[in-house]
């Protein structure tokens, strides 16, 4: 018998006359798809596919991997570098002399004016890990300012705290091949099918070979949650309560394990007593999931044989952020459920290479995961480098979070930015615009010339863009995988590597490092600095051959190894010096802003499939912005029916930092006393948001504050002011 598509016409793809396929990396998130970028017989990039061998994704892309390749003719690019003396005058074109002899010249002189320190550097999550190494050696060893920091701090720095404080090291321990063995998948605060549809797909796909429970912690009906078989809609940011709660029970069933206790772990005897003050009945009061619900999730996980955690920034992006990461390898942990297949508390990382920047940019330390502390790792590197070991700070300076407040105290005079755009990214814009109103100098780094930061910049400097250069991310289960050069640079921009190797020359210093050439020198560099006895970031066996040979490596890669380790802490060896993994009690302190009578809604933030971030990107790409091109929240309709909000109107949002104009999406994807408003926007969601600080990461909680909604009567105004918002 003949089915469907034979009778009618055969699905014809439009052939775009591509003559050539080059491999690179995805440069969005962190999932680490392959991609290969078509040419045309004019050279130009008309299409793009899923590589059908990597293992990471199997030929498959997301909307932002498909269309990636029509980011090379994007507008809004910078060409030439351009300058000003002040911020309220116009920008000139500059040539990259004039441009780099300036910025290197105010460095000094701000330097000299006011201490090394006085000058920082902010970068990002999104360049490559070459671009981080070298950056690092600059910020370190040659500019010298402890100052230097990454926009990862919004993102990772509660994971990667979390990671130290229970495990001695950064550095997720699981892979996306553990959702093929686990017996059960806790996700907190991830949303998968929208951030990481790749992996989710993944998730998906071994889940419907063997059917395992999903249970989704998340105030927000999501497309996961959609999909699990438990939803946990939690009150905001008390995730802490729940998982001290869930150890209670396991602890109180039996269901822990002891002999991996006893062999692997510290600190128990001060962690049960603290777990056992959150019988379920307490902890149901606090984080609003009820007390049977607690039991039943805990015994699920519990008796599992092979149990994992995935979280996002639903955990991260709290007050408690480190502490909710903690409490999750706390569960693991007294569950044994680390370092075997399918047992995994795996932070799912975000931007493209957020791991690479944690790995090897000297940001919170020294490359390869060492430590400004440790006086051996100063020794080591300042060996390594040729400088002096005294030229090196004893412990780490700001984070990015402490770096902007510090200009309103007149710390800092001076800042460089390189791709990142705190204007948009960063809670409370106002005070955003009037701290960066205050540096004496601003160089803002970037792929595109429009970015909202770069209004108050003094200098900018226009860089390469993802596969018009080369070098490595590492993603979420640690692969390391090559972005290889598609196309020339865009203009006169230059690869971010080449600006800093310029930035080195112009930089007066009686010792300084060498810099090699070639981000594969460099590469080859990192890789010596990688070796060593008990070492976990070992990447000494891998080479950019070998890497895009086998479509991405995991580290520890160790020479001589062929594949990389699929996981850590196999031997139950964790990194603090004794080897043992701590468990650490967390006892629960309210101390975010809450919803009141003046304003009654939790303002909850994130992010949609077709965007990416503050759309610099993603805005100029029709097809991506066609499905979400306006400012909007999503709001419960029977809150917005009370006050007298249609589906469709404008509505103001307001807080006390500020208020922005959004559309109103009635859903009941949201309960009624939230909104959620994606942060893509410019001018939007963080004019109102908080964003107070953890105390261990510094990451702010964007994901609460207290809001209320007002209904607007002049549509038409409202809707121009919305058209502001909407940059492009
Ligand atoms: N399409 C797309 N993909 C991306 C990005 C992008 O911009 N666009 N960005 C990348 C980056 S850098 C990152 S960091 C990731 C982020 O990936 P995700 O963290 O998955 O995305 P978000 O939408 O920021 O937040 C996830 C969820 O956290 C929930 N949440 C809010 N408060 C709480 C709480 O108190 N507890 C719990 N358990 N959950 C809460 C929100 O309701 C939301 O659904 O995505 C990466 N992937
Ligand atoms: N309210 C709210 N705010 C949030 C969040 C939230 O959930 N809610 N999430 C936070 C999170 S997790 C993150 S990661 C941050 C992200 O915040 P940002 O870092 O500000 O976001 P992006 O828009 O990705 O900025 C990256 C910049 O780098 C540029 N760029 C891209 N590639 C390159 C390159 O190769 N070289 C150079 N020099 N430039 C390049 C892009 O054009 C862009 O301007 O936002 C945070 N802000
Ligand atoms: S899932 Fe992430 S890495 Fe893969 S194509 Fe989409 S944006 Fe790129
Ligand atoms: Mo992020």
Redesign the pocket.
């Known amino acids: 018998m003949l089915f469907g598509r034979r009778k009618k016409n055969p699905i014809k793809l439009p052939d775009k006359g591509v003559v050539e396929w080059r491999y690179t990396t995805c440069g969005?998130?962190?999932t680490g798809c392959s991609i290969e970028v078509g040419l045309n017989r004019e050279g130009k990039a008309v299409a793009a596919r899923g590589v059908g061998n990597a293992d990471v994704n199997r030929g498959k892309l997301?909307i932002?991997g498909i269309l990636e390749y029509e980011l090379f003719e994007t507008p809004g690019r910078g060409r030439v570098p351009l300058m000003r003396e002040r911020i309220t005058e116009p920008f000139r074109e500059a040539s990259w002399d004039e441009a780099l002899d300036r910025t290197a010249a105010e460095i000094q002189r701000i330097q000299d004016a006011y201490g090394r320190d006085a000058f920082a550097i902010v970068s990002t999550?999104q360049i490559m890990t070459e671009e981080f190494y070298t950056l690092g050696k600059l910020a370190r060893g040659v500019i010298g300012t402890n100052n230097y920091d990454g926009n990862t701090t919004l993102?990772?720095s509660s994971a990667v705290s979390g990671y130290k404080r229970s495990f001695g090291s950064d550095g997720p321990p699981g892979c996306y091949e553990d959702f093929e063995h686990t017996h059960c998948l806790l996700a907190?605060?991830?949303?998968?099918p929208?951030?990481?549809?790749v992996i989710y797909w993944r998730m998906r796909e071994a889940r419907e070979r063997r059917k395992f429970p999903l249970i989704v912690?998340?105030?927000?009906v999501?497309m996961l949650a959609q999909n699990a078989d438990m939803h946990l809609p939690?009150?905001?940011?008390?995730?802490v309560v729940l998982l001290n709660s869930l150890a209670h029970v396991i602890l109180k069933e039996g269901l822990h394990d002891p002999d991996y206790i006893a062999a692997h772990t510290t600190g128990f005897e001060e962690f049960k007593a603290l777990v056992e003050q959150y019988d379920p009945r307490t902890a149901s009061k606090i984080c609003g999931i009820d007390e049977d619900t607690i039991r039943n999730v805990a015994r699920v996980f519990g008796k599992a044989p092979a149990a994992m955690t995935i979280?996002?920034?639903?955990?991260?992006?709290?007050t408690h952020g480190s502490d909710g990461v903690v409490a999750i390898n706390n569960l693991h942990l007294i569950t044994g459920n680390i370092g075997k297949p399918g047992a995994a508390p795996m932070s799912?990382?975000?931007?493209s290479n957020?791991m690479g920047t944690r790995e090897w940019s000297s940001c919170s330390g020294l490359p390869g995961y060492r430590y400004l502390e440790n006086p051996e790792h100063r020794r080591e590197i300042a060996e390594f480098w040729g400088i002096d070991e005294e030229f090196l700070p004893k412990k780490r300076g700001m984070f990015m979070t402490d770096i902007l407040p510090a200009i309103e105290t007149g710390q800092i005079k001076g800042m460089w930015l390189i791709a990142t755009n705190p204007m948009t990214s960063m809670a409370n814009t106002a005070r955003i615009r009037r701290t960066l109103e205050r540096l004496e100098f601003l160089v803002v780094q970037d792929a595109y010339a429009d970015v909202e930061t770069n209004e108050y910049s003094h200098v900018y400097l226009p860089a390469a863009l993802w596969a018009e250069k080369q070098g490595c991310f590492t993603n979420t289960e640690r692969r390391v995988n090559l972005v290889r050069n598609v196309m020339p640079p865009h203009g006169d921009s230059k690869p971010d590597f080449w600006i800093f190797n310029e930035m080195a020359k112009r930089i007066q210093r009686e010792k300084k490092p060498h810099f090699p050439e070639t981000t594969e020198q460099v590469f080859e560099e990192m890789k010596q600095l990688s070796k060593g006895e008990g070492r976990i970031l070992d990447i000494s066996g891998m080479s950019y051959e070998k890497i895009e040979k086998a479509r991405g490596l995991q580290w520890p890669c160790r020479e001589g190894q062929e594949k990389g380790d699929q996981r850590l802490y196999t031997d139950g060896v964790f990194q603090h010096p004794d080897g043992k993994a701590k468990l650490i009690p967390l006892p629960f302190e309210d101390n975010n802003e809450r919803p009141d009578e003046e304003y009654p809604l939790w303002l909850?933030?994130?992010?949609?499939?077709?965007?990416?971030?503050t759309r610099t990107r993603t805005g100029k790409i029709g097809n991506q912005n066609k499905f979400s091109p306006t400012p909007y929240m999503e709001i419960n309709p029977d809150t917005a029916a009370e006050l007298g909000i249609r589906h469709g109107e404008y509505a103001r949002v307001v807080s006390r930092r500020g208020d922005a104009i959004v559309m109103a999406q009635c859903t009941q994807r949201v309960p009624r006393n939230m909104i959620?408003i994606?942060?893509?926007y410019h001018e939007c969601v963080n004019r109102v948001s908080l964003g107070l600080l953890d105390p261990h990461s510094r990451q702010p909680a964007y994901?609460?504050c207290a809001v209320r909604v007002e209904k607007i009567e002049d549509q038409a105004a409202a809707a121009k002011l919305n058209l502001a918002a909407r940059a492009y």
């Open positions: 969005y998130c962190s997301c932002k999550g993102c990772m907190f605060g991830s949303n998968l929208e951030q990481h549809p912690v998340d105030p927000r999501t939690i009150n905001p940011g008390t995730d979280w996002t920034m639903g955990i991260n992006q709290s799912i990382t975000g931007q957020a909850n933030s994130g992010r949609v499939v077709e965007h990416f971030h959620f994606p942060f893509h994901k609460q």
